[in-house]
């Protein structure tokens, strides 16, 4: 099962949810226009090394199981391009996406 949401982040932007129900796990995603943050199951070394061609923004949070603790829970990996626009580790997945919507 697929379910969608839309997330309002600083009370006027509205970016997109995605769970995705698999058997065992749940992949849990918010993806702005130009970049997303994501569950453990994103492998940031795959974006950084193989596809950097891409300039793909994105960031990867551990252990959340809820689109709401993705928003609460701090990184623990980010491409090289979502660093390059200020994100980094530490920072909340809500407080990435932000500066991907500013």
């Known amino acids: 099962m697929i379910e ?4 309002t982040i600083d009370g006027d932007v509205t ?3 995605v769970e995705v129900k ?3 796990t749940t ?3 918010i993806t702005t226009d130009v970049g997303y943050i994501m569950c453990g199951a994103l492998d ?7 596809l950097s061609s891409r300039n793909i923004i994105a960031g990867r ?3 959340v199981k809820t689109l709401d603790e ?10 090289h391009t979502a660093r390059d626009m200020g994100i980094t580790e530490g920072m909340t997945g809500e407080q990435a996406l932000r500066k991907m919507i500013h």
């Open 22 to 24: 698999l058997p065992k």
């Open 44 to 50: 940031v070394g795959l974006l950084n090394d193989r």
């Open 70 to 79: 993705l928003l609460a829970a701090p990184l623990e990996s980010v491409t």
């Open 27 to 29: 992949l849990i995603a």
């Open 4 to 7: 969608m949401k839309p997330i």
């Open 15 to 17: 970016v997109l949810g």
């Open 61 to 63: 949070a551990v252990g």
